[in-house]
């Protein structure tokens, strides 16, 4: 690939792209499904760019699957591994903006495909703001704060 501009000197560069072709595995009687009908996951409002959130599993399957977020995700606040499903935060948080989203994940092994609304579920995602997590620290080691647990969840 080769990419230049339109400067003068003109500048440009090259670089080398492997394309692997992945056959599309046969037709399989059974059915995807995902480990759980509803995955919750907290993160908190700190949380930076990158930092991993949760993992949406599948029931065993024999081929490579695929995951996309097609739902809940209109400001692209968050970001799934297409290959391993891990969730990420895709860009900084902001609990006074929204605090809870419901994502809908598809995931697809080129023949077959599902998401979790299909499956009734869905992948809840709290934000707790910054406070909150010396609350759920103090918590872990024996003091009387509660926990923000998932199912404290608002509906959007």
Not at 14 to 20: F, V
Not at 57 to 81: A, C, K, L, Y
Not at 100 to 114: C, F, I, M, S, V
Request: proline share 6%.
């Amino acid at each position: 690939i080769k990419a230049v501009d339109n400067g003068r000197p003109q500048k440009s560069s090259t670089c080398r792209l492997h394309i692997e072709w992945i056959p599309k595995p046969e037709p399989s009687s059974s059915l995807l499904a995902f480990d759980e009908s509803v995955f919750s996951f907290t993160v908190m409002e700190s949380d930076p760019v990158a930092h991993m959130v949760g993992v949406i599993t599948m029931e065993t399957v024999d081929t490579p699957v695929w995951f996309e977020i097609t739902g809940g995700n209109s400001d692209h606040r968050f970001d799934v591994d297409k290959a391993s499903g891990t969730l990420v935060v895709a860009r900084p948080l902001n609990t006074e903006q929204k605090s809870n989203y419901n994502l809908t994940l598809e995931a697809t092994d080129g023949t077959r495909t599902t998401s979790t609304q299909a499956a009734r579920g869905c992948v809840r995602v709290c934000m707790s703001e910054r406070g909150q997590r010396e609350g759920a620290l103090r918590s872990a080691f024996g003091n009387s704060s509660p926990r923000p647990e998932a199912s404290a969840c608002r509906p959007d």
